[in-house]
Structure formats: structure tokens, C-alpha cells
């Protein structure tokens, strides 16, 4: 693992670090980085979240719904909702409801090919307050994953 975590700000969410799995680059323009399986790691962070026992916050619900490339209007026909009340959420206007939260999982855990279970859902969210999101590491070590939290 590389001494130094690339602390990764284009999934749009706080936390997100790599410990490995890209790599510097100089080009023509300067200093780059290239990620070696972006969509995997994507695919590892949202996994991360649907199973992660606090409530969605408006990031995570943005960087969820992008992933799954719906527009706002989109989610909002899915879950019966208006668009504004969507970006609302995704503004941290005001608290998405559970019953939202437990969709945008289960529409993500689809999305993903890993179809999750209402009740599997609702048994990791159940009564679970929200919480400021911590430091999370991937690593791209045999596949995306969380290596540890910080």
C-alpha cells in the first residue's frame, strides 16, 4: 500500500480516499492521474454506502443516483416524489425519509447486480440516527474495496 492516500473528491463526496489503485502521471498539460478501474471503484464506494449503517446524506444520495445515471426528475417518478423534493435532499435541505432511503438502496443494489432484500436493507438502516460520514480508504487490492476506516 502507498504511504501517501489520494484523497479522491470526484465522486463529489467528503471521506474518500485511495490507498492505491492509480497512478501520477506527467502529460503534456502537467501532473495527471489516471484510476485504474474507475467504475469499479464506484461501483465498491456505492456498495459501501447501501450497506452502511447510517442514513444516506444529500452527497451520498447525489453520488448514488448519479452512478445509477438517473436525473433528478428520474428518482423523483421512482419514488414518487417531485424533482425539487429531490434536490432538496441532495442539498441537505431536509432529511430524505427513510422509506426513500431504503428505495434508493435497493434501486442501487439492482443497479449494481446485487439485488438486496427490503428487510435485508431495513436491517442495517433500522432506527439508526444520522451520522457524520468518516475518512473511508479503498484499495483496488483483488478488487475495489474498503481497506480500512480512519
Known amino acids: 500500500m502507498k504511504k501517501n492516500l489520494y484523497h479522491y473528491r470526484l465522486s463529489g463526496l467528503d471521506g474518500i480516499y485511495l490507498a492505491d489503485g492509480y497512478e501520477i502521471v506527467e502529460t503534456h498539460r502537467g501532473r495527471g492521474i489516471v484510476f485504474h478501474d474507475l467504475a469499479g471503484l464506484h461501483r465498491a464506494i456505492g456498495r459501501h454506502l447501501v450497506l452502511g449503517r447510517r442514513r444516506l446524506s444529500g452527497k451520498e444520495l447525489r453520488f448514488l443516483r448519479k452512478d445509477m445515471g438517473l436525473i433528478q426528475a428520474e428518482l423523483a417518478r421512482l419514488l414518487g416524489v417531485s424533482s425539487q423534493q429531490v434536490a432538496r435532499w441532495e442539498k ?14 435497493l434501486l442501487y443494489a439492482e443497479h449494481i447486480g446485487q439485488p438486496a432484500t427490503p428487510s435485508t436493507v431495513l436491517r442495517v438502516i433500522d432506527g439508526l440516527p444520522p451520522r457524520a460520514p468518516k475518512r473511508e480508504v479503498f484499495t483496488a487490492a483483488r478488487g475495489w474495496r474498503v481497506a480500512r476506516a480512519a
Do not use: F, S
Open 92 to 105: 441537505g435541505q431536509c432529511a430524505m425519509p427513510g422509506t426513500a432511503d431504503t428505495m434508493v438502496r
